[in-house]
């Protein structure tokens, strides 16, 4: 089951060129903006991730099951960011199971406030130990100690960010209308 991602600069009329990078070469014009069909949840938190980083973006997310054609998702990922104008945080999500895209919607938004807050040093901790970095050679690559590497990834809530992106496929997953199993 597909899931798809739209976006849109924040300010009706802005100029923002092509898609983001993060749509990658499936993304297509959409009225203001762009859509794309991920189909994996986890993918689509990432994307949702990725543009909350980018900032200065309306973000809507629509999951539906899977038809002959994309055209279910991408209405609802239209649908989706139509919505998120109306949202503090700019971002929507619409499903299948409404119920479950209002608790996806939830969780992203909860975890878009969160990754808004954080600083360029967080950012720089986060970054790294995402990748795989143990905190030492992270600390050693930001040219400070361990201790405020420790710092910086608990301002970032980073462990937070790390049990809210499971949560939110899983979410997006029941609002497409799958069962987990």
Do not use: K
Request: glycine share 10%; with cysteine.
């Amino acid at each position: 089951m597909p899931l798809a991602l739209a976006c849109a600069p924040r300010a009706a009329g802005a100029v923002a060129g092509g898609p983001p990078a993060v749509l990658g070469s499936r993304a297509r014009p959409v009225g203001e903006g762009w859509v794309a069909v991920v189909d994996d949840a986890a993918a689509a938190v990432d994307a949702v991730v990725a543009l909350v980083r980018a900032g200065g973006l309306r973000i809507g997310v629509g999951a539906a099951p899977t038809g002959p054609d994309d055209a279910p998702v991408t209405l609802a990922a239209r649908r989706a960011l139509e919505a998120a104008g109306r949202r503090p945080a700019r971002l929507a999500v619409r499903g299948t199971d409404p119920e479950a895209a209002a608790d996806a919607q939830a969780v992203l938004t909860a975890l878009a406030v969160l990754l808004a807050r954080r600083s360029a040093a967080a950012w720089a901790a986060v970054d790294l130990v995402a990748a795989g970095v143990t905190r030492a050679a992270a600390a050693a690559a930001l040219g400070v100690s361990r201790q405020a590497v420790a710092q910086r990834l608990a301002a970032a809530s980073w462990d937070l960010e790390r049990e809210l992106r499971p949560t939110a496929a899983r979410l997006l997953d029941r609002a497409a209308g799958r069962t987990p199993g």
